[in-house]
Nanobody, 114 residues
Framework: QVQVEESGGGLVQAGGSLRLSCAAS????????VEWYRQAPREQRKLVAT???????AYANSVKDRFTISRDNAKNMVYLQMNSLTVEDTAVYYC????????WGQGTQVTVSS
């Protein structure tokens, strides 16, 4: 069982920035893909960004050019830098680590105020 823990959420004003962190207990060599999802109240969980073990990234259209996903292999960490936040970005953000099966964290709340 791989332990996954998100951190870095909080309350921020619109236009501000936050950086989320995802820590995984699995050795980096076992991690094939890391994904960030988010779930707003009364909505389904949606994919936000992905990064594979070669560093290739992909983003949802709604966050492209505002969010950046990155990884630090030495620390077994993946980050989600979120800039120019809007109230529509308010959600619980989850990290999913494929190692090789899926492992979810508990999520971290991001609240953007107008």
């Amino acid at each position: 069982q791989v332990q996954v823990e998100e951190s870095g959420g909080g309350l921020v004003q619109a236009g501000g920035s936050l950086r989320l962190s995802c820590a995984a207990s699995a050795p980096i060599t076992r991690i094939t893909l890391v994904e960030w999802y988010r779930q707003a109240p009364r909505e389904q969980r949606k994919l936000v960004a992905t990064i594979d073990n070669k560093g290739n990234t992909a983003y949802a259209n709604s966050v492209k050019d505002r969010f950046t996903i990155s990884r630090d292999n030495a620390k077994n960490m993946v980050y989600l830098q979120m800039n120019s936040l809007t109230v529509e970005d308010t959600a619980v953000y989850y990290c999913r680590v494929m190692s090789p099966g899926p492992n979810w964290g508990q999520g971290t709340q991001v609240t953007v105020s107008s």
